[in-house]
């Protein structure tokens, strides 16, 4: 499998293989299967999280295209801008940001990291899908450097080949344990994520059944469609026969609430109950969402007691410290 890689420009910002924590007391106390966490919040750069295994590819490619910046969108709070301004920090590219929204009036969370990483942020006010991007491209082609546009959340056919690698570091992982997974349930928001652990899933013939938690409104079978795709770029790219179909992808919305970014009892839940009984931080937004998902159908016995399922922790805790007053766990 390491051969379809091979040829693929990578940047070396990864700190791997991220562990996997086995969750016994969560599950005992739930009564559950058997629970793994793959702990992608520690990928290592500028706080970890999974959009770095996204750009390990994508700040490849622009390196070999010979570009000297990146450009970006997103939200104010951005896990994904913030890994790119520190991926770019550390490959020696200039990063460039256009954010949804106004300059605060305090800078914190990812934003403040963002500063610290060095990027330059561009505010967009109500242009929150990268409207602007190509005027930002224009004026960092005038100062004489070749930018590089990150997709949004990173997710196209290059950034599908990071999570599509994460699959081989899972199953060396698996084999040493000698354990052998029935489900892997992941956040899936932007696609990337998802549709690179399909394609590693099949390319290691790893065989778990993959669960995406929606954390975006439901896109009416875009969003499905749209995984398939890059994962089927992917997959040609890397010269590997498998293709899929939007049916493929399994996408469970139900657990969405008010919606994106909403905290509600779910999340605040699962954030509680892994740290009082693992002592990992889960973020309110993605993982609170992912776990409390898991919980729940735990408690519906979605899952027998011998089965194995391993959540993907995508990272995000900054929003912890960003969002405290909404969270308020107690006791
Ligand atoms: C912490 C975190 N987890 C999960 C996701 C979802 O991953 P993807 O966008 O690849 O679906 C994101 C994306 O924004 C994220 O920031």
Same mark, same amino acid.
């Given at each position: 499998m390491n051969d379809y890689f091979e040829n693929i420009p990578r940047a070396s910002i990864l700190n791997l293989p991220t562990p996997i924590s086995k969750l016994t007391r969560l599950s005992d106390y739930l009564g559950g299967p058997t629970i793994y966490l793959k702990? %992608?919040?520690?990928? #290592?750069?500028?706080?970890?999280?999974?959009k770095t295994r996204k750009l390990e590819y994508l700040i490849g490619e622009a390196m070999a295209q010979g570009c000297d910046a990146i450009i970006m969108h997103g939200d104010v709070q951005s896990n994904c801008c913030r890994q790119a301004a520190a991926a770019a920090a550390a490959t020696g590219l200039r990063c460039h940001l256009a954010l949804s929204g106004e300059i605060p009036v305090v800078a914190e969370g990812n934003l403040l990291l963002d500063y610290i990483f060095g990027a330059e942020i561009h505010w967009c006010g %109500?242009?929150?899908? #990268?409207?602007l991007v190509p005027d930002i491209a224009a004026e960092v082609r005038e100062k004489g450097l070749k930018p590089y546009i990150i997709p949004y959340g990173g997710s196209n056919s290059t950034g599908v080949l990071g999570f599509a690698t994460a699959i081989l570091e899972i199953r060396d992982q698996l084999e040493l344990c000698g354990a052998k997974l029935d489900y892997i349930v992941t956040p899936s928001s932007s696609g990337g994520t998802h549709a690179g652990i399909m394609l590693g899933n099949d390319l290691c013939s790893l065989g778990a059944r993959i669960m995406g938690i929606g954390?975006?409104?439901?896109h009416s079978g875009e969003y499905e469609k749209y995984m398939a795709m890059i994962a089927n770029d992917a997959a040609e790219r890397i010269g590997y026969f498998r293709r899929y179909s939007a049916a493929d992808f399994e996408m469970d919305y139900s657990y969405l609430g008010e919606g994106h970014g909403v905290i509600s009892p779910l999340e605040k839940e699962a954030m509680h109950l892994t740290g009082k009984y693992e002592g990992i931080l889960l973020d309110p937004v993605y993982n609170g969402k992912a776990m409390g998902a898991l919980i729940d159908m735990i408690r519906k016995g979605r899952?027998?007691?011998n089965e194995t399922v391993l959540l993907w922790?995508?990272?995000?805790?900054q929003a912890v410290f960003t969002r405290s007053g909404e969270i308020q766990i107690k006791g």
């Open positions: 702990r %992608d919040d520690l990928t #290592g750069l500028g706080l970890g999280g999974n %109500d242009y929150t899908n #990268g409207e954390i975006d409104n439901d899952f027998s007691k922790h995508t990272g995000g805790i």
